[in-house]
């Protein structure tokens, strides 16, 4: 954790948010330092690095909660079910220092996930995250669902077909969706999506556009969404587990911009 104590000066109480501090070392060891705050920080509802001790928390931390200054400091943590930490051969990300750690799942009732609605926005609204696999089936990477009901209403993964399958639908399941790309097996890729004050999606591979689609989910209106998880999609016919690799997952509480999606990958390209 940021001491709360440093040569006697005390700053006990005090928010480190990299407003009026710009770093903080401890014998010599940066612990805080505010040039290394990902994109769009500011704007951040949740961040997932899953390097997390470099900020004084477990790896499945939700860091903004322990950093401050985030446009949501509530710890959206997730909890691990089964799911193995792999401490290299993820995103090297800039903003979490020099470790690469992600988790994996091997599709035997394996995911990370939270119990809560708070995380899932209306519009506006950007997700990204790395994700690899090598299931030639679909698989869900990335979901928000409603135990109660059959619907998927935020959800990135891959199709049956092998394309990145990015959409976001509302409480009448009208859904905007992106279904394009190809999708290499054991390759990690970076995938984002955004959705504009209009409900209009854009979605993103390795910085670059994939897709657009028009849609209509100006709010998400639903009520009945009790889950956020990774690896796995959960509903009321019953859950997918799949294998999957996932790292460095945000979202954000703004549509993004094309220009900030792709300083994001450049920052964390494996």
Same mark, same amino acid.
């Given at each position: 954790?940021?001491?709360?104590?440093?040569?006697?000066?005390?700053?006990?109480?005090?928010?480190?948010?990299?407003?009026?501090?710009?770093?903080?070392?401890?014998?010599?060891?940066?612990?805080?330092?505010?040039?290394?705050?990902?994109?769009?920080?500011?704007?951040?509802?949740?961040?997932?690095?899953?390097?997390?001790?470099?900020?004084?928390?477990?790896?499945?931390?939700?860091?903004?909660? =322990?950093?401050?200054?985030?446009?949501?400091?509530?710890?959206?943590?997730?909890?691990?079910?089964?799911?193995?930490?792999? @401490?290299?051969?993820?995103?090297?990300?800039?903003?979490?220092? @020099?470790?690469?750690?992600?988790?994996?799942?091997?599709?035997?009732?394996?995911?990370?996930?939270?119990?809560?609605?708070?995380?899932?926005?209306?519009?506006?609204?950007?997700?990204? +995250?790395?994700?690899?696999?090598?299931?030639? #089936?679909?698989?869900?990477?990335?979901?928000?669902?409603?135990?109660?009901?059959?619907?998927?209403?935020?959800?990135?993964?891959?199709?049956?077909?092998?394309?990145?399958?990015?959409?976001?639908?509302?409480?009448?399941?009208?859904?905007?969706?992106?279904?394009?790309?190809?999708?290499? +097996?054991?390759?990690?890729?970076?995938?984002?999506?955004?959705?504009?004050?209009?409900?209009?999606?854009?979605?993103?591979?390795?910085?670059?556009? +994939?897709?657009?689609?028009?849609?209509?989910?100006?709010?998400?209106?639903?009520?009945?969404?009790? =889950?956020?998880?990774?690896?796995?999609?959960?509903?009321?016919?019953?859950?997918?587990?799949?294998?999957? +690799?996932?790292?460095?997952?945000?979202?954000?509480?703004? #549509?993004?911009?094309?220009?900030?999606?792709?300083?994001?990958?450049?920052?964390?390209?494996?």
């Amino acid at each position: 954790m940021i001491p709360t104590s440093i040569d006697g000066t005390d700053i006990t109480g005090a928010t480190i948010d990299g407003t009026d501090v710009q770093e903080i070392t401890v014998d010599g060891d940066v612990v805080f330092s505010a040039q290394t705050l990902p994109v769009a920080y500011s704007d951040l509802v949740a961040w997932y690095p899953f390097d997390s001790a470099e900020y004084g928390g477990s790896n499945a931390d939700d860091v903004t909660a =322990i950093i401050g200054g985030s446009g949501d400091n509530t710890a959206y943590d997730f909890t691990v079910n089964g799911a193995s930490y792999l @401490s290299s051969g993820g995103a090297e990300d800039i903003n979490a220092g @020099s470790s690469s750690g992600h988790y994996s799942m091997d599709g035997t009732n394996q995911d990370l996930r939270i119990s809560t609605s708070s995380v899932a926005q209306s519009p506006p609204i950007s997700i990204t +995250l790395y994700a690899q696999t090598d299931n030639t #089936e679909f698989v869900p990477f990335m979901c928000f669902t409603d135990t109660g009901d059959t619907s998927i209403p935020i959800m990135i993964s891959k199709d049956t077909l092998g394309r990145f399958d990015i959409r976001y639908s509302d409480e009448n399941d009208d859904v905007t969706d992106v279904e394009a790309g190809s999708f290499s +097996l054991n390759t990690w890729f970076h995938i984002a999506m955004t959705v504009a004050a209009n409900g209009d999606l854009t979605a993103y591979v390795d910085g670059q556009v +994939l897709g657009t689609a028009s849609g209509s989910v100006t709010s998400f209106g639903r009520t009945g969404i009790n =889950i956020f998880s990774l690896g796995s999609l959960i509903r009321s016919s019953g859950t997918v587990f799949t294998d999957a +690799l996932v790292d460095d997952v945000r979202i954000y509480d703004k #549509e993004l911009t094309a220009s900030e999606i792709n300083q994001i990958y450049q920052n964390t390209e494996p």
